[in-house]
């Protein structure tokens, strides 16, 4: 009896998930201490909870959250995205989405190159003050 107790101890601790759900590999690596809990995505316009593990986007007028990355962003590689790590601790990080728009718009920079003699123009987009946003505090 002793060693059926022991055998079905030992395959419970072995059965038992060891999995972890972390953060996608996108997001920002940070220590305990990190203070970052949503990720805004400038070029398409939505949120991510990372202490929820959350999406939210804008869903038609309405603002829709779910686990899984949306069906309109699954082809986008989000690693390649620009982010902008807000720092807002409220529960509603798209009511200062607006502001969030204008502020982390892209801006078009202009290089001058040569074609044969001639000068044309490259646009390249980039995103001002991009990396950690100064949020807001709530």
């Not at 920002?28 to 999406?55: I, S």
């Not at 038609?60 to 699954?74: D, H, Q, T, V």
């Not at 074609?115 to 991009?130: K, S």
């Amino acid at each position: 009896m002793k060693t059926i107790f022991q055998i079905t101890l030992i395959l419970f601790f072995i059965n038992e998930p060891s999995f972890s759900q972390g953060p996608p590999d996108w997001a920002p690596a940070h220590g305990y201490r990190a203070k970052t809990r949503y990720v805004y995505f400038p070029d398409h316009n939505f949120y991510y909870d990372l202490q929820a593990q959350n999406y939210i986007y804008l869903k038609g007028n309405n603002w829709e959250i779910k686990a899984s990355l949306p069906s309109p962003f699954i082809n986008i590689n989000l690693g390649q995205s620009s982010q902008v790590e807000l720092d807002f601790y409220g529960e509603r990080p798209y009511f200062y989405n607006e502001n969030h728009i204008v502020r982390y718009k892209k801006i078009k920079k202009y290089k001058e190159k040569y074609y044969n003699n001639n000068i044309i123009e490259i646009h390249e987009d980039i995103h001002p003050r991009h990396g950690r946003g100064r949020g807001h505090k709530h």
